[in-house]
């Protein structure tokens, strides 16, 4: 147990070092010293852009979902929208972007609701949390080259009976229905959690 006045100690950076770059992230080395023991160790870190992911309500108050195949899981996973922000693009246009381009949907209102570190012992990007409401099919999807999602719709409170359930798995999809959770209890009427 740790003394009552016990404060971590923030590590001084010595430099780093590039190890691999690939088309969605570049793997650092970076070195920092410990301030009061003096001793200098090296940590791998994933430098990647920012994310976003959206949730999109639409009309008749459902979340615009999508199912993919996951490389990293082996396996579906079902999601709410999102992807990669393009350099200089604001989090919110990303946001936008991603969601015409993954489901052809639209809408208005954007707006951030929340922000995660996905992995901060290991990565240094953000994940913007974004909210769309009166979201519709406005076009034709526009996948990248490697994407092939269904995309579906259902009344928010099964999303979140699926996600309690274990059937949505993907961290920031939880993240992103944990900062919706108040405004969601509002908009219904019911306490504010």
Not at 117 to 139: D, F, G, K, R, Y
Not at 164 to 183: E, Y
């Amino acid at each position: 147990m740790n003394p009552p006045d016990f404060a971590p100690h923030r590590w001084e950076k010595l430099g780093e070092e590039s190890l691999a770059a690939t088309r969605i992230f570049n793997l650092r080395r970076q070195r920092y010293r410990h301030p009061r023991r003096g001793d200098a160790r090296d940590f791998v870190v994933i430098d990647s852009p920012d994310w976003v992911n959206v949730l999109a309500l639409t009309p008749e108050k459902k979340l615009v979902l999508v199912s993919q195949f996951r490389f990293g899981i082996d396996d579906f996973s079902l999601e709410i929208p999102g992807g990669v922000i393009e350099p200089g693009e604001d989090p919110l246009a990303g946001g936008l972007r991603e969601l015409r381009e993954e489901t052809g949907y639209a809408g208005r209102n954007a707006r951030i609701i929340g922000r995660v570190h996905p992995n901060p012992a290991i990565q240094n990007n953000t994940c913007h949390l974004v909210l769309v409401e009166e979201a519709v099919p406005v076009a034709a999807a526009q996948w990248d080259y490697d994407e092939e999602i269904a995309v579906s719709t259902l009344p928010v409170d099964e999303v979140y009976a699926l996600a309690q359930a274990g059937r949505i798995t993907h961290a920031l999809v939880l993240d992103a229905l944990l900062f919706f959770a108040p405004l969601w209890a509002a908009a219904k009427g019911g306490p504010v959690i």
